[in-house]
Nanobody, 125 residues
Framework: QVQLVESGGGLVQTGDSLRLSCAAS????????MGWFRQAPGKEREHIAA????????YYTDAAKGRFTISRDNAKNTVYLQMNNLKPEDTAVYYC??????????????????WGQGTQVTVSS
């Protein structure tokens, strides 16, 4: 079991940057593969990024690649999503999720068992 709490969202302008944080508590944080997802109203959930328990072999969608960076600090039980050059289409609720999987490869959304409540990111023109 793990509890996740996201923070760091807000209202920014096009081209600005935000750093989202996901604080975890409960079971040993390092046991989990961590992911970031986002969902805008009326649209499907999108898997933005993921990082293994070791911090290696991160995954990014094409939309995130080159602009977003996922990282983790197991000592602080925290996962981060650094978002640069934000665009209006990045507007969504961003969710942190955890999967009890030890792997370096891609972990599908169905494997993520624990989810945070989300943090709103709004990018204005």
């Amino acid at each position: 079991q793990v509890q996740l709490v996201e923070s760091g969202g807000g209202l920014v302008q096009t081209g600005d940057s935000l750093r989202l944080s996901c604080a975890a508590s409960g079971r040993t944080f390092s046991d989990y593969h961590m992911g970031w997802f986002r969902q805008a109203p009326g649209k499907e959930r999108e898997h933005i990024a993921a990082i293994s328990w070791s911090g290696r072999s991160p995954y990014y969608t094409d939309a995130a690649k080159g602009r977003f960076t996922i990282s983790r600090d197991n000592a602080k039980n925290t996962v981060y999503l650094q978002m640069n050059n934000l665009k209006p289409e990045d507007t969504a609720v961003y969710y942190c999720a955890a999967a009890l999987v030890r792997a370096f490869g891609y972990v599908p959304p169905s494997e993520y068992n624990y989810w945070g409540q989300g943090t709103q990111v709004t990018v204005s023109s």
